[in-house]
């Protein structure tokens, strides 16, 4: 995620960076204005045709395609709300388990704890690159019970992970280290992590409908297609700058919703996952002092 200052003005309008919705449309953008340049060209200078203003029609249906869009980047952008909610979930519970299993467990019992927080820290950065299709090995800390080598031989590395931290937690019990009680508390955090990475995958593996993301890529399409059609008429060569305009606000919006519907990737607008299993890992550590 793109780290920026909303109060920086200058910044925020003349600077570009990779995912910036102009500089993907530009090559469309371009095309458009040669298109836009023929019409008047042929309207306003050579006279070979003739253009009446369809203004109002054009109205009528870039108010219906603005629904369309505010519908698409809200959906969008609460797919991007809910998976960042999720994310904060796993903050809080992460600190929570380790909180409690810090006051649980003995004093003296240091390298235990560190064991529960070294598989709790690998479960956020596990499940970071699960969501993007991957495994980083390099990223994760050698468990005793669980091994690097076994985990890169699983399909589903958080839940092998979450499922070693059930074994953990039970063994505490049977070993009377901790009551029957003290395992139910725990119980809330541990289940939360399996709730977790499957909101994250029903976000991940259901995109919106390809009907209706085809669908309103068309409609754009025709509409900026027709619209200079209908504006040469009145504005002549104005015509070029307003339909680059209008193309920018519509396709941008579209741009903007693909691009935050699947917020768990590298992009500039997606989640910070990275940063955010990072400063996990460091609370843990100063949770039990290690």
């Not at 598989?119 to 950065?125: G, W």
């Not at 979450?162 to 725990?186: G, P």
Request: overall charge neutral.
């Amino acid at each position: 995620m793109k780290a920026y200052n909303p109060k920086d003005w200058s910044k925020l309008i003349f600077q570009f960076h990779k995912s910036d919705s102009f500089r993907m449309l530009l090559p469309a953008m371009i095309a458009l204005a040669l298109y836009s340049s023929v019409l008047c060209y042929l309207h306003v200078e050579a006279k070979v045709i003739t253009l009446r203003s369809t203004t109002v029609m054009h109205s009528l249906l870039g108010f219906v395609l603005s629904l369309l869009l505010v519908f698409r980047t809200n959906t969008a952008y609460d797919r991007w709300w809910e998976g960042r909610r999720l994310w904060g979930d796993l903050m809080n519970n992460s600190r929570n388990l380790m909180l409690k299993l810090n006051a649980y467990l003995p004093v003296e019992d240091l390298e235990l704890k560190n064991e529960f927080r070294i598989l709790i820290s690998n479960y956020a950065f596990a499940l970071k690159e699960h969501l993007r299709g991957g495994f980083k090995a390099e990223q994760l800390e050698e468990h005793p019970n669980l091994k690097l080598k076994t985990l890169s031989e699983c399909n589903h590395i958080p839940n092998r992970i979450a499922q070693q931290l059930f074994f953990e937690t039970d063994a505490l019990q049977k070993q009377n280290k901790i009551s029957e009680e003290k395992l139910y508390l725990l119980n809330e955090e541990l289940r939360s992590f399996t709730n977790i990475v499957g909101a994250c995958e029903r976000i991940k593996s259901t995109p919106i409908p390809f009907s209706y993301s085809t669908f309103i890529k068309r409609v754009i399409l025709l509409y900026m297609i027709t619209l200079p059609i209908g504006l040469v008429g009145d504005f002549k060569w104005a015509t070029i700058p307003m339909v680059l305009f209008v193309f920018y606000a519509f396709a941008g919006l579209e741009l903007i919703a693909e691009e935050i519907e699947d917020p768990f990737g590298h992009e500039d607008n997606d989640l910070p996952t990275d940063e955010i299993a990072i400063r996990i890992k460091k609370n843990l550590k100063e949770i039990i002092g290690f």
